[in-house]
T-cell receptor, first 112, second 113 residues
Framework: DAKTTQPPSMDCAEGRAANLPCNHS???????VYWYRQIHSQGPQYIIH???NNETNEMASLIITEDRKSSTLILPHATLRDTAVYYC?????????????FGRGTQLTVWP | DAGITQSPRYKITETGRQVTLMCHQTWSHSYMFWYRQDLGHGLRLIYY???????DKGEVPDGYVVSRSKTENFPLTLESATRSQTSVYFC????????????FGPGTRLTVL
């Protein structure tokens, strides 16, 4: 699986958009970009995923660059409850059987 | 309730004891996974299963045993617990399909004294 690079920490004011970057320069054509988050002491929570098109759901938006070497997760109106570690993962089906490799992630702190 | 559950949520045991952590999902997902999470290491895959009776090792399988006799259950056994196995254990599941969206349980915090 391709590796990802994320900043170790970021902060954001409540109500503002949080933009979390991720570099995945070695991503291959069949690999998806996934974002998960983990609120302290809880299990990781799926947020969103995409292949090459931008995606949006009720939680967030995912912007993937045209060359697919980087992406940005956008939380449009961050709240205190969005304080968590955010993981960017690239993965594909096949011989890996859907294994996800979690790196260190980005600690997002939303302040009032 | 639908979803993925783990039991027990907290467990304290002694070195050398056998411990089994349970994982149950109600989605009929084919794939199930066990991870451990330790400070400084993030989440590491222990074992995974593609279907009932099909299991395979992950990154850190030593000291652990799994079984999958039913699709919905994926127990993890520590045959002889060691202090280094003190950790938080997460179970996850995902369905068949091209994407790998995994849904995680709440975790089991295990302490080995």
């Amino acid at each position: 699986d391709a590796k990802t690079t994320q900043p170790p920490s970021m902060d954001c004011a409540e109500g503002r958009a949080a933009n979390l970057p991720c570099n995945h320069s070695t991503i291959s054509g069949n690999e998806y970009v996934y974002w998960y988050r983990q609120i302290h002491s809880q299990g990781p929570q799926y947020i969103i995923h995409g292949l090459k098109n931008n995606e949006t759901n009720e939680m967030a938006s995912l912007i993937i660059t045209e060359d697919r070497k980087s992406s940005t997760l956008i939380l449009p109106h961050a709240t205190l409850r969005d304080t968590a570690v955010y993981y960017c993962i690239v993965s594909s089906r096949g011989s890996t059987l859907g294994r996800l490799y979690f790196g260190r992630g980005t600690q997002l702190t939303v302040w009032p | 309730d639908a979803g993925i559950t783990q039991s027990p949520r907290y467990k304290i045991t002694e070195t050398g004891r056998q411990v089994t952590l349970m994982c149950h999902q109600t989605w009929s997902h084919s794939y199930m996974f066990w991870y451990r999470q330790d400070l400084g290491h993030g989440l590491r895959l222990i074992y995974y299963s593609a279907a009932a009776d099909i299991t395979d090792k992950g990154e850190v399988p030593d000291g652990y045993v799994v079984s999958r006799s039913k699709t919905e259950n994926f127990p993890l056994t520590l045959e002889s617990a060691t202090r280094s196995q003190t950790s938080v254990y997460f179970c996850a599941s995902s369905g068949q399909g091209r994407t790998d969206t995994q849904y995680f349980g709440p975790g089991t915090r295990l302490t080995v004294l």
